[in-house]
């Protein structure tokens, strides 16, 4: 769906068509953050019970902040079992949920033994095929526990024929963390709080965003993670950090241009900074014209362009 915000159209057209509906300067920004394989499915060293992990943050060496299931159920220091007992996991800190493992890495277990960490709302088991589909062709740095789904609709082939045709294209990093499937329950949107993430541009990314904006060029944002890495930079000045940016109608957005951006959930935070972007009414438009024609929502769902 492509979405023009001066004239209030809506068109309909194929992703790979992408190139003929951008401007010719474009500049675009992508989010190279990489899903780690999260989920890790154990068991109780001694009543063999199933023991779900799922990693949230690197604490240091060896010990992650992780939801826990059954946290209840276990005991301090209580010895979880993966690989038949090659690798092992206890709680040591209930309260911040921090589990420490037996090896100092274990970043190869898992990519070999981890589970991708599919959204709530997909009923299913991963599978090896998630491995490649729930990460975007351009990924390259570790960290997220959710997938930068807006890009998952660029091939290698598109990103070339994009450069071919003049249009410029720059990586930032934010790694995207469980919270951002939280539906906002608070009553005023501005009592929400936001979960803090990491992200990070280098200086020359940052100084090529600049000089673009400059120029009078359009910068197009993959994604609602490449805005909030954008619009972080240019409100406090760091190019290295954690963002808890919450956008939503009345923002003023201070870099972004254009926006790619998936269909998302109802009472998202996501789903607000669209709104923010295209405009309240015409996003409503858009979205039931979404719903009449059948489109896909979410994470492996179509593509929105919003110019």
């Known amino acids: 769906m ?7 159209t809506i068109r309909h057209d194929i992703f790979a068509h992408l190139s003929k509906y951008l401007p010719e300067d474009s500049f675009i920004v992508l989010n190279d953050s990489k899903v780690v394989p999260a989920r890790l499915l154990g068991r109780r060293e001694k009543t063999k019970g199933k023991v779900e992990i799922f990693l949230l943050k690197k604490i240091k060496s ?16 209580e010895k979880i079992i993966f690989n038949g007992g090659n690798v092992t996991a206890q709680v040591v800190n ?13 970043t190869k277990y898992l990519e070999k033994e981890g589970h991708m960490p599919l959204p709530p709302y997909i009923k299913r088991q991963d599978t090896e095929r998630d491995r490649s589909d729930y990460q ?13 789904t807006a890009g998952l609709h660029f091939t290698k082939e598109l990103l070339n024929q994009l450069k071919r045709e003049g249009k410029e294209i720059q990586k930032v990093t934010l790694h995207i963390n469980h919270a951002t499937f939280k539906p906002v329950a608070a009553e005023d949107i501005r009592d929400h709080k936001m979960f ?7 200086p020359s990314a940052w100084e090529n965003i600049q000089k673009v904006k400059n120029k009078g060029r359009k910068i197009v944002a993959v994604g609602t ?9 240019a409100l406090n000045g760091k190019l290295k950090g954690s963002t808890n940016i919450f956008i939503y109608p009345g923002y003023s957005f201070q870099i972004v241009d254009a926006l790619i951006t998936n269909f998302h959930l109802p009472c998202s935070t996501l789903l607000m900074l669209v709104y923010a972007f295209g405009g309240v009414q015409l996003m409503r438009q858009a979205y039931q014209e979404a719903i009449d024609l059948k ?4 994470s492996y769902g179509d593509a929105m362009l919003i110019l």
């Open 225 to 233: 993670t490449s805005t909030r890495v954008l619009e972080t930079a």
């Open 2 to 8: 492509i979405v023009d915000r001066k004239n209030e």
């Open 94 to 106: 209930f309260k911040e949920r921090i589990v420490r493992f037996n090896k100092k890495d274990i």
């Open 136 to 148: 975007t062709v351009f990924a390259r740095k570790r960290g997220s526990v959710a997938s930068p």
């Open 62 to 77: 060896n010990c992650y902040q992780a939801l826990i299931r059954p946290l209840g159920r276990l005991n301090f220091n």
């Open 196 to 202: 803090e993430e990491e992200y990070a541009m280098s």
């Open 295 to 298: 489109y896909r929502f979410y």
